[in-house]
Structure formats: structure tokens, C-alpha cells
């Protein structure tokens, strides 16, 4: 089994390149983001609530994502591997799903995290805010609360994976096709030195 994590800020391009790397590596797509988006879309409690948090650019409760992380992961049993796309997003998160990937006999193999200058980021999500129906993409002052969350929290899950030797950096400015391209050829290295 092999698992990777996609990481990056908001707007980094992980929906759309993580589509690229499921079909390529016949990975099972495990958006956090997709799973909530689906509970507030049928106005679920756990969405409403979701969609209260998250339209205060705020992050949902861990315990709340790792409960959806393992039933997806029950699920698809049989997967050939996970493609974790925005998640671990806190410390506690990546702790919690190292325990849970240890229960299931398996683990984190490779984190990339797509790497995109903060200016692009708010042009890329102001302009998905127009088509996609997110309201946490429509707003400047939005956007950038959520990346001030996502440095304070999420860095320190770079820093423990790349303790593990398992981080490796991503340029993510340029094509999808060239992003795409970095992307596999790490993976690609990864898997040839196992």
C-alpha cells in the first residue's frame, strides 16, 4: 500500500492535481475538504456546523475529521493506497493519523507540498469563489485569516514529516502539466529507492 499525502495552502492546486495522481497511481482520493463540502451540502448537523466553522476560515474538529478519515479508510479496505488531499492539517491531526495508519499496518510514505507565493493563492481562490459555490473563496480578508491558520498549524506537519524523512517541497507555480510532471517524478524516485 502506499500512501501520500498532498499538502500545500488553500488555492496550492491539490483538487486538481491529486485527480491527475489518483488515476496515474490508482490511489483512493481521501479529501477531507470533499467529505465535509458533502455533509453540508445535504445539511447534515456535523455540515452545518462544519459550514459555520469553516466560513469563519476556521479549521473543523480533528476528532470530527479523523471519525470521516476512518470510515473512508474502512471502506476501501482493499485500496492500493490513499491519496490524502489537505489532510493532516494540525500536528495533532498527523499524530492521530499515524496511529490510525499503525492500527491499520500501514503508514504515511511521502508527503509533497506544492509550494505557491501567497499573491497567487488569492488571485487562484478569488477567482474559483466565482464559479465554485464556496463561500470561503468569495472573500480577500477570508482567504488570508485562512492562510494565517494554515501557517500557524500546519507548519509544524511539514516539520514532523520532515523529521520522518518523508517531506519533499513541490514548485507549484507553473502548468498543471509541469506541476503534474515535478509531482510524479518524485513519487516516481520514492517508490524506485523502496
Request: glycine content about 8%; hydrophobic content about 35%.
Amino acid at each position: 500500500m502506499f500512501n501520500l499525502v498532498l499538502f500545500g495552502p488553500p488555492g496550492s492546486g491539490k483538487g486538481t492535481q491529486a485527480t491527475n495522481l489518483i488515476e496515474k497511481y490508482k490511489l483512493v482520493h481521501l479529501s477531507t475538504g470533499d467529505l465535509l463540502r458533502n455533509e453540508i451540502a445535504n445539511k447534515t448537523p456535523l455540515g452545518l456546523e462544519a459550514k459555520k466553522i469553516m466560513d469563519e476560515g476556521q479549521l473543523v474538529p480533528d476528532e470530527v475529521v479523523i471519525g470521516i478519515i476512518d470510515n473512508c479508510l474502512e471502506k476501501n479496505a482493499l485500496a492500493q493506497g490513499f491519496l490524502f488531499d489537505g489532510f493532516p492539517r494540525t500536528l495533532n491531526q498527523a499524530k492521530a493519523l499515524d496511529k490510525l495508519l499503525e492500527l491499520k499496518k500501514t503508514q504515511i510514505d511521502l508527503v509533497l507540498a506544492l509550494q505557491v507565493n501567497e499573491e497567487e493563492l488569492v488571485r487562484r481562490l478569488l477567482e474559483r469563489g466565482k464559479t465554485s459555490g464556496r463561500s470561503d473563496d468569495t472573500s480577500e480578508e477570508v482567504i488570508r485569516k485562512r492562510f494565517q491558520v494554515y501557517s500557524n498549524d500546519t507548519e509544524p506537519v511539514a516539520q514532523h514529516y520532515k523529521e520522518a524523512d518523508k517531506f519533499k517541497a513541490i514548485p507549484g507555480e507553473g502548468s498543471i502539466d509541469d506541476i503534474f510532471a515535478r509531482l510524479s517524478a518524485a513519487i516516481d524516485d520514492y517508490k524506485s529507492e523502496q
